[in-house]
């Protein structure tokens, strides 16, 4: 199994940027596909991002496409958010998963696909 934490959390303004960090242990990342979820208060948990295990493929909710960016560092064993032009609703509780499952090249976007998740960084855009 893998282990999960997020780092790089922290208060922005509008319009600015910050890159989370999931910093994988255990098991080789490699040998799964990650995605990155948020849950604003008062929210259900929602999909931002996921990579493929190789980082080759991703895939992006809508809200956030051409604005974040998804990649990782097998090597180190660890994935990167990047989020740019940030917007007030983008504050939530960020959390990275990790799923073992999928196949090479795969990108898996719903919560059920993910056995590992990490226990979240707090990201709160001002305006």
């Known amino acids: 199994q893998v282990q999960l934490v997020e780092s790089g959390g922290g208060l922005v303004q509008a319009g600015g940027s910050l890159r989370v960090s999931c910093a994988a242990s255990?098991?080789?990342?490699?040998?799964?596909?990650m995605g990155w979820f948020r849950q604003a208060p008062g929210k259900e948990r929602e999909f931002v991002a996921a990579a493929s295990r190789s980082g080759g493929s991703t895939n992006y909710a809508d809200s956030v496409k051409g604005r974040f960016t998804i990649s990782r560092d097998n090597a180190k064993n660890t994935g990167y958010l990047q989020m740019n032009f940030l917007k007030p609703e983008d504050t939530a509780v960020y959390y990275c998963a990790a799923a073992p499952r999928a196949s090479i090249g795969v990108v898996v976007t719903t919560s059920g696909g993910y056995a590992y998740w990490g226990q979240g960084t707090q990201v709160t855009v001002s305006s």
């Open positions: 255990g098991r080789a990342f490699s040998n799964y596909a």
